[in-house]
Nanobody, 124 residues
Framework: QVQLVESGGGLVQAGGSLRLSCAASGRTFSTYAMGWFRQAPGKEREFVATIHGSGGYTLYEDSVKGRFTIARDNAKNTVYLQMNSLKPEDTAVYYC?????????????????WGQGTQVTVSS
């Protein structure tokens, strides 16, 4: 079982930056692909980014490419989401999730473990 705790959310002006962190428990962190998803009010939860357990492969949702960067530090059991050039439409609750490396990808159904989320609000 994996426990995930997100942090780093907050209020930022458009064009600003935030770095989200997700701390994971467990001894097998590197066996999990780690993903970030977000959900805005009235909208479905959507994929943002994911990174393979090795750290060597990443995927991004098109709207965040070039602005967001996902990274992981397996020695610290932590995954990060660096968010630059933030836009009001990035406002959402951001969730960290873990999936088996064999299901590396964007589909939330394959992510077994989820954090409780952290709020990101971008003002204009």
């Amino acid at each position: 079982q994996v426990q995930l705790v997100e942090s780093g959310g907050g209020l930022v002006q458009a064009g600003g930056s935030l770095r989200l962190s997700c701390a994971a428990s467990g001894r097998t962190f590197s066996t999990y692909a780690m993903g970030w998803f977000r959900q805005a009010p009235g909208k479905e939860r959507e994929f943002v980014a994911t990174i393979h357990g090795s750290g060597g492969y990443t995927l991004y949702e098109d709207s965040v490419k070039g602005r967001f960067t996902i990274a992981r530090d397996n020695a610290k059991n932590t995954v990060y989401l660096q968010m630059n050039s933030l836009k009001p439409e990035d406002t959402a609750v951001y969730y960290c999730a873990a999936a088996n490396n064999l299901r590396f990808g964007a589909l939330p159904i394959y992510y077994y473990y989820w954090g409780q989320g952290t709020q990101v609000t971008v003002s204009s």
